[in-house]
């Protein structure tokens, strides 16, 4: 995903600016990156406030816990199963 949105972004700057070559969009628009987390040469940048696109592989993965299949949380019966789930993964939220 990450490459399809920088071939959008870089079509859609060589758009734009028409008259200018390639070097001149990576040397304003791609300076080299580097935020202390993440470093690259890459990565869309404003050239005014210096505001950057964070890229889509930046983003940690957060697994689904499965709900047991006989187990509905409408289920008067279940609710310490939901109580003690909600408590156990409750860091997935945020």
Not at 5 to 13: E, R, T, V
Not at 14 to 23: F, I, P
Not at 67 to 79: E, F, G, L, R
Request: proline share 4%; glycine share 6%; hydrophobic share 30%.
């Amino acid at each position: 995903m990450d490459d399809y949105i920088w071939n959008k972004i870089y079509k859609f700057l060589r758009r734009l600016h028409g008259n200018k070559g390639k070097k001149w969009i990576k040397q304003r628009y791609f300076p080299y990156f580097n935020n202390g987390r993440y470093t690259g040469n890459w990565i869309l940048t404003d050239p005014l406030t210096g505001d950057y696109l964070i890229k889509m592989k930046w983003t940690p993965i957060r697994r689904h816990i499965m709900i047991k299949h006989d187990y509905s949380p409408y289920d008067k019966d279940k609710t310490d199963y939901f109580d003690m789930r909600d408590k156990r993964y409750s860091y997935f939220t945020g």
